[in-house]
């Protein structure tokens, strides 16, 4: 069923070329009233009324309609030209091919089977379901304030990851990593000594790393040793899988929080989405105990069960 549709749909949309970017309801394949009987007259006799730019069969399409539906594809897309007079006589067109294959699926009997009538209906559920969502929801809406208090007691949550560089000298003994140490304490440069003595596999480099974020360092224990170091300072004597380290924090940038200016507008839709929820939740919650939900245990058991 979806796979049909969507062929149909790029059928419609092939003039427009704009399959990739709007769905069918734009050009009208979605809920009209004509497309939901199956068995009407099949023509209209008479002249056209004034306000009906065209007809199929008993289907017409009023200058109000047709204005509608050029609304709703500037809506989908934005640099639709709805004032082009050729771009107009397109859409026009689109329609009443669309509605040219309407009429024929309708005359061949196709909304009479069990697919098309199960597909309808289930539109028809999704659509009661969103009115009543949009109903039950239109006045609840988070906004500065809110966002601003949930900003205020989550911004750790903000903090922009830290990215570490640091440089590390890796000899095999602990006493010799605690002389080196020492030599650096005393002024020593830490670079000059690594590149000497560091058995590490950046050694030529005078011990220098690739910069990494926290938690991400090479092992659990430099991540652990250097977690409250900072800029220029030196972590003690540890061990890692390679010997003994001694670790310099060249560079410790990040670690703030981004503005709420810049993360506003999230929290705003972010927050509403969560309020808007909790009314539906509890709408339902109250419907559950005011109707009355059987359930056949052992049959769900053994349908939803491994």
């Not at 909790?278 to 559950?288: D, F, P, Q, R, T």
Request: hydrophobic content about 40%.
């Amino acid at each position: 069923m979806r796979r049909s549709g969507g062929m149909v749909c790029g059928v419609l949309f092939l003039t427009l070329g704009v399959i990739s970017l709007t769905g069918c309801d734009l050009l009208g394949i979605g809920p009209k009233k004509q497309d939901t009987v199956t068995k009407q007259p099949a023509s209209v006799e008479g002249p056209l009324p004034k306000n009906v730019l065209a007809r199929v069969g008993n289907w017409t399409l009023t200058t109000e309609e047709f204005n509608e539906r050029l609304k709703l594809l500037k809506q989908g897309l934005p640099d639709f030209k709805d004032n082009d007079a050729n771009t107009k006589k397109m859409v026009l067109d689109e329609l009443i091919r669309q509605q040219l294959l309407v009429k024929d699926a309708q005359d061949s009997g196709i909304g009479e089977s069990k697919d098309i009538k199960d597909a309808v209906e289930d539109f028809r559920k999704t659509l009661l379901v969103q009115e009543l969502a949009n109903r039950l929801t239109k006045d609840v809406a988070a906004n500065e304030t809110d966002a601003r208090l949930w900003y205020d007691e989550n911004k750790d949550k903000f903090a922009q990851p830290i990215v570490w560089k640091v440089r590390a000298i890796v000899v095999p003994d602990e006493a010799t990593a605690k002389n080196l140490l020492a030599q650096v304490l005393q002024g020593g440069d830490f670079a000059q000594i690594a590149q000497a003595q560091s058995k590490g596999a950046t050694a030529a480099m005078g011990g220098e790393l690739k910069p990494f974020m926290t938690g991400k360092a090479p092992f659990e224990a430099m991540q652990a040793a250097i977690a409250n170091l900072g800029e220029g300072d030196l972590s003690t004597v540890f061990k890692g899988p390679q010997g003994y380290h001694i670790v310099k924090v060249d560079s410790k940038k990040g670690g703030t929080a981004k503005p709420f200016a810049d993360v506003k507008n999230d929290l705003i839709n972010g927050l509403t989405m969560q309020k808007q929820q909790a009314v539906i939740l509890e709408h339902l919650n109250k419907l559950a105990e005011k109707n009355k939900v059987e359930l056949n245990k052992a049959l769900i058991d053994a349908t939803t069960g491994p």
